[in-house]
């Protein structure tokens, strides 16, 4: 991930320098705007100075060769939906998973947002450009200590957006309110605390969570749910397995 990040940076800083020698310091003031269409194809590419079409091609070749690079093989197509899908389903236990190092005790529900997943992952060779895709955010994995009230409240959110990705949970829904809920299959103790995984954009509040601002604890490991999720690919390789998931009764809605 280290050489992704200095090859994305030293092309950032090519581009600054080639165009700030375009700046001057006089002032100039806007007489008139015109607009065009123009259409994006194969034939801009003719139209691209040889210079900086050279510095660019240089900087792809060389991020192409990690993207491009195979990490897995996944059995089926995983895209995203409610109240549940194969990709927000396998993004949630992953992030359940990968946040019990984090505390002392059990991770007992993760929460994914489907607004954060923006693409799916094809059925078949798995590459690091892939996850890229599905994880274009720099979206951290934050660990929250939250009472059992909020979760209760937590979930109010939940039944009434008609779900999300959830690990931990069976929920069902009528009419946009919880019908029934269990957390590791028991019923919530308002008096307990809860250790949830999610990401940093869901713990600031956004999406509706705002009982997530209120939590108890909050530890932010620092490590991008992008990578949580390359690591699970290529460990799953690693024993030979190929990247699965699967639609359970985490999440039901009742006519």
């Known amino acids: 991930m280290l050489k992704i990040k200095t090859i994305i940076l030293a092309l950032a800083s090519a581009f600054v320098l080639l165009f700030s020698s375009c700046q001057n310091k006089e002032q100039y003031e806007v007489k008139s705007v015109e607009c065009e269409q123009i259409k994006i194809d194969g034939e801009l590419d003719s139209k691209v100075e040889p210079e900086l079409k050279a510095m660019v091609d240089f900087y792809k070749l060389q991020i192409d060769s990690v993207m491009n690079r195979q990490i897995g093989y996944a059995a089926q197509t995983l895209d995203k939906g409610k109240p549940q899908s194969l990709l927000s389903n396998l993004t949630a236990d992953v992030l359940r998973l990968a946040g019990a190092e984090y505390v002392d005790g059990t991770v007992s529900l993760a929460v994914m947002n489907n607004g954060g997943l923006r693409a799916p992952i094809n059925e078949g060779p798995v590459t690091v450009g892939d996850i890229f895709k599905v994880f274009p955010f720099e979206n951290e994995m934050v660990l929250l200590k939250i009472s059992g009230i909020q979760v209760n409240e937590l979930f109010k959110r939940m039944a009434a957006i008609g779900g999300e990705g959830l690990s931990g949970c069976t929920l069902v829904i009528r009419d946009n309110k919880?019908?029934?809920?269990?957390?590791?299959?028991?019923?919530?103790?308002?008096?307990?605390?809860?250790?949830?995984?999610?990401?940093?954009?869901?713990?600031?509040?956004?999406s509706g969570m705002s009982v997530f601002t209120e939590a108890e604890k909050r530890i932010n490991?620092?490590?991008?749910?992008?990578?949580?999720?390359?690591?699970?690919?290529?460990?799953?390789?690693?024993?030979?397995?190929?990247?699965?998931?699967k639609i359970d009764d985490r999440v039901k809605v009742l006519p």
């Open 178 to 206: 919880v019908q029934s809920l269990l957390v590791n299959g028991k019923p919530v103790d308002e008096n307990a605390s809860y250790w949830v995984s999610t990401i940093d954009y869901l713990a600031d509040g956004n």
């Open 221 to 245: 490991t620092g490590i991008r749910l992008r990578d949580v999720m390359l690591n699970y690919v290529e460990g799953v390789t690693a024993q030979g397995k190929e990247l699965t998931s």
